[in-house]
């Protein structure tokens, strides 16, 4: 896996080439955050001719690894300005590396108002016109992309929102029975994909030699480490947590917790919590019969298995999949305690392509503009359908909740840096908070999971009402950045935080693929550099201290249950990244 593919949009040329040798041993998140900055400038429109998208498999992925189907993708972000990695799970991935790649690069902008299909294969990368897909809802498109190009194919694809340019717009991926549903969400690198007139990509495997593997011995070594891990920790292993329930069992979890935020992060507890869990989504799913069903996979070769297929009343599919993130953004963040109307918002936002959390986050903060009520499932929907329809409401509430707070003259807006806040409390969890504050990516949980120790006594136990968390978040960032750079899921980190075993695995079956000598002690080092680099990336763009601060209401404003505020100093947030 040495290739790099350089699309040009605006010659409408591909271009493969050997990698520099600086980029050696680099994936996932670690080569895109190298590319965007050696190649874009920090101060360039996002959605201009200068900005570029990275796509970027993991070092192992592509591999018999476990559950490391991750994809990469990165740019400069429309919706906080800064730089952006957003990762997704996708057989796309398993299928890029395995041809060799190590990114494709998308620059420069198609001239005329054109939409392009970029066909990649074993013989090279070709484009097709795409505009007779335009305009057109994802659920429709991709089975007829299938059968076009092949069902064994990887498909990446913006949707409507991304033709738009809306800054919440993600880049929607196939899973591992084609639908479009896997995201590389946040930060809006789908109006990037937009502005550039790239509306697919298409990756076909068939012929593909594989993923080059250095060391045979030691990637074998690793690999039975991690699934021995894997297989073992309570939350991991098949039959456990995340299988049975899936991602949605932290809701009564979070929720006894007093950390999960109601009605736009007024509250830290939903009595709807219950209704809206990972134990009613499995009930829902027996009860219901049909297609519904836990422990579903974003990709093939995955142990966990954390994701579900939600089921209609009549046992037909209604959505795939219906994660925490997403449930909570339309459920308890919205007062809405009904999956059926959750599982709706959802699948409307796949069909457009836009980031589920940015999407719930938007809907609650209109909510608290007055356009809906809290709780109102049907006109949530409506809502969401101006999205769909781009209505000049929907151009509002599509450019993010930040944009639709100001818009409307919201203060209580939940952001970082123009990103919204996923469903994880501050007030209530202060690590978590803290590493809302100063991520590089705007407000991120995925950027540095404290919840772990915080909430689930994962990787040892830490009080979450505890201020003191500069140490905290700048090691479980730099610990997050290192997996980013693997291929590996994120999951993986509940069973390796535990089981040291596991770390080991992770870090050998790299030295395998790359023929590295790593220890355990490389990953806060690799994660430190992949952290530096986006940070000089974003001081270049502008950024300051004064960005790594959460909103100003939650400094004054009580959180019940717990009734506390974010009382972290300023002087602890500055601690994190050394400043
Ligand atoms: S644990 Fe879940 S999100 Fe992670 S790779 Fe497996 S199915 Fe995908």
């Given amino acids: 896996m040495n290739k790099i593919l350089r699309?040009?949009?605006?010659?409408?040329?591909?271009?493969?080439?050997?990698?520099?040798?600086?980029?050696?041993?680099?994936?996932?998140?670690?080569?895109?955050?190298?590319?965007?900055?050696?190649?874009?400038?920090?101060?360039?429109?996002?959605?201009?001719?200068?900005?570029?998208?990275?796509?970027?498999?993991?070092?192992?992925?592509g591999t018999s690894a476990p559950s490391s189907g991750r994809l990469s993708v990165g740019g400069k972000s429309p919706l906080t300005g800064g730089i952006k990695e957003a990762n997704a799970g996708t057989p796309f991935s398993q299928k890029l590396a395995r041809l060799g790649y190590k990114a494709v690069v998308v620059e420069g902008q198609s001239k005329?108002?054109?939409?392009?299909?970029?066909?990649?294969?074993?013989?090279?990368?070709?484009?097709?016109?795409?505009?007779?897909?335009?305009?057109?809802?994802?659920?429709?498109?991709?089975?007829?992309?299938?059968?076009?190009?092949?069902?064994?194919?990887?498909?990446?694809?913006?949707?409507?929102?991304?033709?738009?340019?809306?800054?919440?717009?993600?880049?929607?991926?196939?899973?591992?029975?084609?639908?479009?549903?896997?995201?590389?969400?946040?930060?809006?690198?789908?109006?990037?994909?937009?502005?550039?007139?790239?509306?697919?990509?298409?990756?076909?495997?068939?012929?593909?030699?594989?993923v080059d593997i250095v060391d045979h011995d030691a990637f074998k070594k690793g690999t039975a480490k991690l699934t021995e891990a894997l297989t073992t920790h309570d939350i991991t292993k098949p039959g456990g947590a995340l299988n049975k329930y899936g991602t949605a069992v932290l809701v009564n979890i979070m929720n006894e917790a007093g950390g999960y935020p109601t009605r736009n992060f007024r509250e830290g507890r939903f009595e709807g919590a219950a209704a809206t869990s990972g134990e009613a989504i499995l009930d829902i799913c027996n009860e219901r019969g049909g297609v519904g069903k836990t422990g579903h996979s974003c990709h093939p070769g995955c142990i966990i298995q954390c994701s579900n297929v939600y089921p209609r009343p009549d046992g037909t599919e209604h959505v795939s999949c219906l994660e925490y993130e997403s449930d909570w953004a339309f459920g308890a963040n919205c007062g809405i305690d009904d999956l059926d109307t959750i599982a709706e918002l959802i699948w409307l936002s796949n069909d457009y392509g836009i980031d589920t959390i940015e999407a719930g986050g938007t809907i609650a903060v209109a909510m608290e503009a007055g356009l809906a009520d809290f709780g109102d499932g049907p006109k949530a929907i409506e809502l969401m359908e101006e999205i769909g329809k781009g209505t000049p409401l929907g151009h509002v509430l599509g450019s993010g909740a930040a944009t639709t707070g100001e818009v409307f003259g919201v203060v209580r807006v939940p952001g970082v840096k123009g990103q919204n806040m996923p469903a994880y409390a501050p007030r209530a969890v202060k690590g978590i908070g803290v590493v809302y504050a100063t991520s590089t990516m705007g407000a991120d949980h995925t950027s540095g999971y404290t919840i772990a120790p915080e909430i689930l006594g994962v990787g040892g136990e830490v009080d979450p009402l505890d201020a003191d968390k500069a140490a905290l978040a700048r090691g479980f960032q730099e610990a997050t950045a290192f997996i980013d750079a693997t291929g590996y899921c994120l999951f993986i980190a509940f069973a390796v935080l535990d089981i040291p075993e596991g770390w080991e695995g992770t870090v050998e079956s790299c030295n395998g693929v790359l023929g590295t000598d790593w220890t355990t002690d490389d990953i806060a080092r690799i994660g430190r550099e992949i952290l530096d680099k986006e940070l000089a990336f974003n001081k270049a763009a502008g950024f300051t201290k004064v960005h790594d601060r959460l909103p100003e209401f939650m400094k004054y404003e009580k959180l019940p249950p717990h009734n506390m505020v974010f009382d972290v100093p300023d002087e602890e947030l500055d601690k994190v990244h050394g400043g």
């Fill in 112 to 210: 005329e108002k054109k939409y392009w299909l970029l066909k990649i294969d074993k013989d090279g990368a070709k484009f097709h016109p795409a505009d007779e897909w335009v305009g057109k809802g994802l659920y429709e498109v991709f089975p007829l992309l299938f059968k076009k190009y092949g069902k064994d194919v990887g498909i990446s694809a913006i949707g409507t929102a991304g033709e738009r340019l809306l800054s919440s717009a993600g880049v929607c991926f196939n899973d591992i029975d084609n639908r479009p549903s896997r995201y590389a969400g946040r930060g809006g690198l789908g109006a990037v994909l937009g502005s550039k007139g790239l509306k697919f990509i298409v990756v076909d495997d068939k012929g593909a030699k594989g």
């Fill in 7 to 61: 699309v040009n949009m605006s010659k409408l040329k591909a271009k493969v080439s050997d990698a520099p040798e600086k980029y050696k041993h680099m994936g996932g998140r670690w080569l895109t955050d190298y590319i965007v900055c050696d190649e874009v400038d920090p101060l360039c429109n996002p959605i201009g001719p200068n900005n570029k998208v990275v796509f970027a498999p993991g070092i192992v992925t």
